[in-house]
């Protein structure tokens, strides 16, 4: 079992920064990648992030160029580096890993004003 607590939630101005964190605890041996999902009001959860083991990223198109992702592996933590936030950023953040199956976080909000 593997459990994640995402943290760095919050409420900013469009163009601001934010930077989320997430910490595995558990079997974190197991854990081949992690990242970050999204999901605003009345919609799908969406991907925005990921990070492997080995530290090959990938992002989502509405986030690449503004958004970076990284991983701590000393701490088994992973953030995610959000930069010009836009009002479309808003939604909850969960933090996703995987090892044979998905494990995901609570989630934390981010609230991106105009």
């Known amino acids: 079992q593997v459990q994640l607590v995402e943290s760095g939630g919050g409420l900013v101005q469009a163009g601001g920064d934010l930077r989320l964190s997430c910490t595995a605890s558990g079997s974190i041996f197991n854990i081949n990648a992690m990242g970050w999902y999204r999901q605003a009001p009345g919609k799908q959860r969406d991907f925005v992030a990921s990070?492997?083991?080995?530290?090959?990223?990938n992002y989502a198109d509405s986030v690449r160029g503004r958004f970076t992702i990284s991983r701590d592996n000393a701490k088994n933590t992973v953030y995610l580096q959000m930069n010009s936030l836009k009002p479309e950023d808003t939604a909850v953040y969960y933090c996703w890993g995987w090892t044979n199956r998905d494990y995901w976080g609570r989630g934390t909000q981010v609230t991106v004003s105009s």
């Open positions: 990070i492997t083991s080995r530290g090959i990223t």
